[in-house]
């Protein structure tokens, strides 16, 4: 045989073996990477080392200290500003969160004003004639007086005069019913011009009783203010009364200026006094002035308010609640949701359990328990409205907030570890392996004193050391507002050793 046909089936062979290998290695590949979709599990893009050096590594591993790699999952490396809180602490301090949403806000408004009169329901008493008056029928301030009610008597020479030409014209007319036409027209311009002077004095009611005039009310009301003294001598415009209907009243409130855009002509309002805190009285704006107050920063606003048993009363201080909103839905979120530092307002987005993101929003409108938000968060995200977690880790909240204005950047090679000397009180060793700890003021890092979280480089650390106890502690900046104690020591026990050694 012939030794080349020897080696052809072991070729085969081989060949064989090669193609079988090949085709088991895709339908591994193939379930590994099924597997991972079905799990859901995170990729793992690398570790980084714990003390923020610029080291990675592909695997787990530690440092010389004996620190433990942290994992970087796919997404994690752009979410440089969020915040990771453990599991366990979100429970425990019972956050809660709500998806943003499309919303009507239709609140209310509370401002304080003053009750003031309607100004196009009240006139004077004001003769245009020089005269005396005669008797009052009307005598007191406040009194009550019905339209037609007579006021006062008045002795005027030019009235009375008047008075009598007027009535002399009419008896000539009467007298003259028979005379040719030029006569007639004669004595009706007399008549008219009587008349005419009458009417300018505004008297053309008014009826003589022998030498005197009476004044009539020309709408119900109140007396305001009564000059008039019998016998009194006045001149023409004198103001002798001042009345004013007091069955609809002004309610004048003061409108910050931030809520004005809020307001709409024609909203309704709910107003008390202190006089009749069990009564509420309805009202609607009908003017908003087109003025601001420089010094207050607030607007006027106007409401109109029934008020047919005279109960408020002018220059009455009230409480207004109006009602706000146009109607049409805005994207909004609960007002405890947002964190208003002073010259930015955030909400925290939950991004995943126990991890969050500070988001910067502009704000709009307000509800009594939403607000518009403008821009910074889409519908549907879900914010924390119970915050109240933000207190114990402020430090890093404070430096999340303000890596939001910092531009990603790489870590460099040359950063250096630098520790920080710190006193304080263990507290308490959490289950997830941290401790909370009570600090002095930390010059090193300008921190007032606080109570933190703080992770453990070793949780042998804290062996044989009990919470109340007073320690000193070393920190590091293990990455980007991530802090790590590296050493640890009781003064509790050192004191107590050593006195127990002299």
Known sequence: MNTSTKYIPVALLLLVVAATAYWFGTQHSSNVQTATSKTGERKVLYYRNPMGLADTSPVPKKDSMGMDYVAVYEG????????????????????????????????????????????????????????????????????????????????????????????LAAQGLVAMKDADEESKKSMQRLADATATRLKYWDVSGAKLNGNRITYHAKESGIVLEKKAVQGMRFMPGEVLYQIADLSSVWVVAEVPEQDIAQLQLGSTAQIKVDAYPERMFDGKVDFIYPT?????????????????????????????????????????????????????????????????????VSLGNRSNDYVEVLNGIAEGEQVVTSANFLIDSESNLKAALGSMSEAPTK????????????????????????????????????????????????????????????????????????????????TTQEASHAQHHH
Do not use: C
């Not at 009169?117 to 301030?141: C, M, Q, S």
């Open 76 to 167: 994690e490396e752009q979410s440089t500003a969020s915040l990771n809180i453990s599991i366990d602490k979100v429970q425990k301090l019972g956050v809660k969160s709500e998806a943003t949403a499309l919303r009507e806000l239709n609140g209310s408004l509370r401002v304080t004003g003053r009750i003031e009169i309607d100004e196009r329901r009240t006139y004077t008493i004001a003769p245009k004639f020089e005269g005396w008056v005669e008797r009052l029928h009307v005598n007191t301030t406040g009194q009550l007086v019905a339209k037609g009610q007579a006021l006062f008597d008045v002795y005027s020479p030019e009235l009375v005069s008047a008075q009598h030409e007027q009535t």
């Open 292 to 360: 601001l107050n420089s010094a207050t920063r607030t607007v006027q606003v106007r409401m109109q308010v029934a008020n047919p048993q005279t109960l408020l009363k002018p220059a009455m201080f009230a409480n207004a609640t109006i009602a706000v909103g146009k109607g049409n839905k805005v994207l909004a979120v609960p007002t405890s949701a947002v964190i208003d530092s002073g010259t930015r307002q955030v909400v925290l987005v939950s991004l995943a359990e126990g991890r969050f993101e500070p988001r910067t």
């Open 411 to 490: 870590l460099q090679p040359t950063q250096k570890t630098v520790g920080h000397q710190a006193h304080g009180v263990l507290e308490a060793i959490n289950d997830d392996g941290s401790v909370s700890i009570t600090h002095q003021p930390i010059k090193s890092l300008g921190w007032p004193g606080m109570t933190m979280d703080f992770a453990l480089a070793n949780t042998a650390l804290v062996s044989g050391i009990k919470p109340g106890s007073k320690i000193d502690f070393e920190i590091v900046e293990r990455g980007k507002d991530e802090w790590v104690i590296t050493k640890l020591s009781s």
